[in-house]
């Protein structure tokens, strides 16, 4: 398989771009608690993967590693959350 672009990844790398160059006008703190919740919404918005990658695969071995890759992704949005609620305190 080849990966294509769509417009769901042409949206997340634009994105990307921009909160780059935000990110570039903050430090410490400030920075932290951006990139952090950032971490969050990107968790959310790649909610996709459960809700139509993983139920529209047609090949198994592909619904596998989506499977797979959503378990580290959902591990990984759960200690972003827990990073932005320590760094609110």
């Known amino acids: ?10 949206a997340l790398t634009a994105a990307a771009v921009q909160h780059r160059a935000d990110y570039a006008r903050l430090s410490g ?8 919740a950032n971490e969050v919404a990107y968790h959310k918005t790649v909610g996709a993967l ?4 993983i139920p529209d ?9 989506l ?6 992704f959902q ?3 759960q ?3 827990d990073v932005v609620a320590k760094l609110g305190k």
């Open 1 to 10: 398989m080849t990966p294509q672009d769509n417009p769901t990844s042409k």
């Open 29 to 36: 703190h400030a920075f932290d608690v951006a990139y952090a």
């Open 50 to 53: 459960a809700d139509t990658l």
């Open 57 to 65: 695969s047609r090949n198994a071995e592909l619904r596998s590693l």
């Open 67 to 72: 499977q797979t890759g959503l378990k580290l």
């Open 75 to 77: 591990m990984h949005e």
């Open 79 to 81: 200690h972003a959350e």
